[in-house]
């Protein structure tokens, strides 16, 4: 009888620390897996914030490219504060069990899905959804798990709907938007060479009225003037009337200033809402705390987007319709307010829907869309559903066998 405690002390010690290494080696699976999808979300997302600059000839790729690693950074920070509740809606809350929520091969199963989904897109140039992949690898693994006990009301309301109105949103809104600064810019006759001057303006005067009736002689004053006019007559009124330093900007560079803060804001804007939906699967797997996943997730986004940017950006820069400045603007503009809007509500829009949305609708104001490219992307956002799904149910199959 004591030998047999003694053999059971042993053994129990043992028992343990084999489930820690067995856990160790999951958490490092679904790691490597959630790492794929992040650098696939960089290769295939990273440049659709800043295209409009490329397509309106604003920039070039280089400039491009480091604009968007540093606003997708920037955003992927702040989502640590400001998108949190993402994080629960792609830890697949409502849509699965807790208890598979918290299984490992479940949640390799769903990033490796995805990831492989987006990567291959990303190889032939085509602009893809990250968060649509992850949705679809969310169901397949989900149902090869537990069949038809899926919950298919949360998958309607938080994942389907906001994929599927986002991107007409975005079509009618830069429509519109666009339609009515358009005109206005007609009206106001505001042309690339109007300039806005701000100077010290000099006035000749011979006498000053005081308030208790005298009078005063000077030369001249100097006030703080404002003028608009093209270039030339800027340029010669402020020699005649101007005094010292004085600021003229021309209204090409105040729209090339503005549209790469709304390239900017759209990056962000990508970076606060497709960060969370990745670093969902390391927090359920119980990879680090949220702060470090954040970071780790953010860092490898943006190695993706620089090494596996370029045939996605030469598609959603140049294939799908040509813009001038004003056009990449109003596009850039659009998407910022509704991913930034919908992030800080929890809603998993998708950055992609909602950029080529509004390059869309850019394309039928412009009467330049390219119809087949649209069309294959169309297509394309069609099949990555049931492409995640499958791929994510079978790598689920084959993982939860191997885990025994």
């Not at 079509?171 to 519109?176: C, L």
């Not at 330049?368 to 099949?383: D, E, R, Y």
Request: with cysteine; aromatic share 8%; proline share 2%.
């Amino acid at each position: 009888m004591r030998a047999s405690l003694e053999t059971n002390d042993k053994f129990v010690p043992g028992s343990i620390r084999t489930k820690e290494r067995m856990l160790m080696i999951w958490t490092g699976i679904v790691a490597i897996a959630v790492l794929i999808v992040a650098y696939a979300n960089g290769a295939n997302d990273n440049f659709k914030g800043v295209a409009t600059l490329i397509g309106s000839g604003t920039t070039d790729y280089r400039k491009a490219l480091a604009w968007a690693t540093a606003t997708t950074f920037a955003g992927s920070v702040a989502a640590f504060f400001l998108a949190t509740r993402l994080v629960m809606t792609f830890a697949g809350k409502g849509l699965v069990p807790d208890c598979l929520i918290s299984n490992p091969a479940f949640l390799a199963a769903v990033a490796l899905g995805t990831g492989l989904t987006v990567l291959v897109a990303a190889r032939f140039g085509i602009p893809i959804s990250t968060t649509h992949g992850l949705t679809g690898a969310l169901v397949g693994a989900g149902f090869m798990a537990i069949g038809t006990q899926l919950g298919f009301n949360t998958l309607g309301k938080k994942f389907f709907m906001p994929l599927l109105v986002s991107p007409v949103l975005a079509i009618i809104f830069t429509a519109s938007i666009y339609f009515v600064m358009h005109h206005s810019r007609m009206i106001l006759g505001i042309t690339r060479k109007s300039c806005l001057c701000i100077g010290q303006k000099v006035i000749s005067l011979v006498q000053l009225g005081l308030e208790n009736g005298q009078t005063m002689t000077i030369s001249e004053i100097k006030i703080p003037g404002v003028f608009v006019g093209n270039e030339s007559s800027c340029q010669a009124k402020a020699i005649e009337t101007y005094e010292g330093k004085f600021l003229g900007v021309n209204a090409q560079t105040i729209l090339d200033s503005l549209h790469f803060l709304s390239a900017g804001a759209v990056s962000f804007a990508r970076g606060l809402n497709d960060t969370p939906k990745i670093v969902a699967l390391l927090i359920a797997a119980g990879a680090m705390g949220l702060q470090w996943n954040m970071f780790l997730v953010a860092s490898v986004m943006a190695i993706g987007g620089k090494f596996g940017a370029r045939k996605v950006a030469r598609t959603v820069s140049t294939r799908i319709t040509s813009m001038n400045h004003g056009q990449g603007f109003t596009a850039n503009l659009v998407t910022a307010i509704l991913v930034i809007f919908a992030s800080g509500w929890g809603m998993p829009v998708s950055t992609t829907h909602v950029s080529c949305g509004t390059l869309f609708g850019i394309g039928l104001v412009n009467g330049t869309a390219n119809g087949k490219v649209i069309s294959s992307i169309l297509g394309a956002w069609f099949l990555t559903l049931p492409i995640a799904a499958i791929l994510s149910a079978g790598s689920f199959f084959v993982l939860s066998r191997i885990g025994g």
